[in-house]
């Protein structure tokens, strides 16, 4: 009897899950593949002094998320140290065995993509994005695009987020985006710019994150610097805040989330934020992208408007810049092995070079201890 309601039971929840399962979101599939999936700007070979990163390495790790490679230029860029990669690619490439490289397998990291912002290009390659309304949103200049990078590194149960951004063939770690927009402006940045938090860098162990946030609010004639600090509050994604000059009230977020924590820019309960910075411009230098936004009137006979806009700045030197698109590690690797570092300055000089007067010698052996007071 009790064999009997167990098969049953068992039948049951087959048949529940069988049919509930196409009920499911497909929201939160198609949000799950998106993440596993590398975005097209971030293909390709990335480089700096010390390293090289590639995002798209064709392996992935648990559950489908891609692994990442780094490969370190190690002893000042003159030799690679492939110390992060998929165990699969090892298996194909075999690693070099030396003091530099131990015999001990490289690290294997996953990393998932979360987008910060849409992924824009320019015109000629035909991959404008379209919202549900009609509008047409596509890069004026270069390509641009902003991801959370969510990583993990073996042997560790914590997720670490990096965020970067892509502006043209430059990858940059410091850097906000804009949270709304206002067309009526003439100024391009007109906004509230969130920094999305500043990272160590793309390391093969956890990465160091900020412990505070610089944003910016950008107006017609002034930009005005807001500190965010860590907390632990709890996020009150409704909670607003605001600051004051010449009479004109701006409106911002009191609390913000970036790289897996909550930042605030007031006390408590507090609404008002003090301590503002006002400029003509960014602190920093800086560096921007241009948006187009495309509207299409009510019918065919309306004029289309387009506006531009900037979503992106960000500041400082790259963190890293794109190798160019024919290249690949592997053919990376074997050319700098092909490098012979160049031979050593000689301590002195050859001989016949030496720069010496020899009217200072004496010419008498018995004068040649004395002192030349001349």
């Known amino acids: 009897m009790k064999k009997k309601q167990f098969i049953k039971k068992a039948v049951y929840i087959f048949l529940t899950v069988f049919f509930l399962l196409p009920l499911y979101s497909q929201d939160s599939v198609v949000a799950a593949q998106a993440e596993h999936e590398v975005p097209l700007l971030l293909e390709g070979v990335w480089k700096n002094y010390s390293r090289y990163v590639v995002f798209d390495t064709g392996f992935s790790g648990f559950d489908g998320q891609p692994e990442l490679q780094e490969v370190l230029r190690i002893f000042y860029a003159w030799y690679d140290d ?54 047409v949103f596509y890069a004026v200049d270069e390509p641009s695009g902003a991801w959370d990078l969510e990583i993990k590194y073996p042997h560790r ?16 770690l410091d850097f906000a985006v804009k949270t709304n927009s206002f067309t009526d402006s003439k100024n391009e940045l007109y906004g509230f710019f969130k920094d999305e938090g500043h990272a160590s860098g793309i390391l093969i162990s956890p990465p160091y994150f900020s412990k505070e946030l610089t944003c910016y609010y950008v107006t017609d004639d002034a930009v005005y610097t807001l ?10 994604e409704e909670k607003t805040a605001t600051f004051s000059d010449k009479g004109d009230v701006y409106q911002v977020p009191a609390h913000l989330r970036a790289g897996g924590n909550t930042y605030t820019c007031v006390n408590g309960r507090g609404t008002k ?21 495309e509207h299409s009137g009510p019918d ?21 810049t794109l190798v ?33 007067d020899w ?10 201890f004395k002192r030349n007071l001349d």
């Open 82 to 135: 492939r110390a992060a990669e998929s165990s699969s690619y090892t298996q194909e490439n075999p690693r070099d065995v030396n003091d530099a490289t131990p015999r001990a397998s490289a690290e294997e990291i996953t990393v998932n993509f979360h987008p910060l912002t849409e992924q824009l290009f320019t015109r000629e390659y035909n991959l404008d994005v379209v919202d549900e309304n009609g509008t």
């Open 227 to 236: 500190r965010y600090w860590r907390t632990d509050m709890d996020y009150d």
């Open 157 to 172: 149960k914590e997720t670490y987020h990096v965020p970067v951004c892509v502006i043209g063939k430059n990858l940059y």
């Open 359 to 368: 009217s200072v010698v004496p010419q008498k052996l018995e004068d040649r």
């Open 273 to 293: 934020i003090r301590n503002i910075t006002k400029g003509s411009s960014f602190p920093k230098e800086y560096r921007a992208n241009r948006v187009a936004i």
């Open 324 to 356: 160019p698109d024919s290249a690949k590690i592997e053919d990376i690797i074997a050319e700098d092995k092909k490098r012979k570092r160049p031979e050593r300055e000689p301590l002195f000089p050859p001989h016949g070079v030496l720069d010496f």
């Open 300 to 320: 065919a006979e309306s004029e289309t408007q387009v506006t531009v806009t900037g979503t992106i700045v960000a500041f400082g030197k790259p963190y890293l």
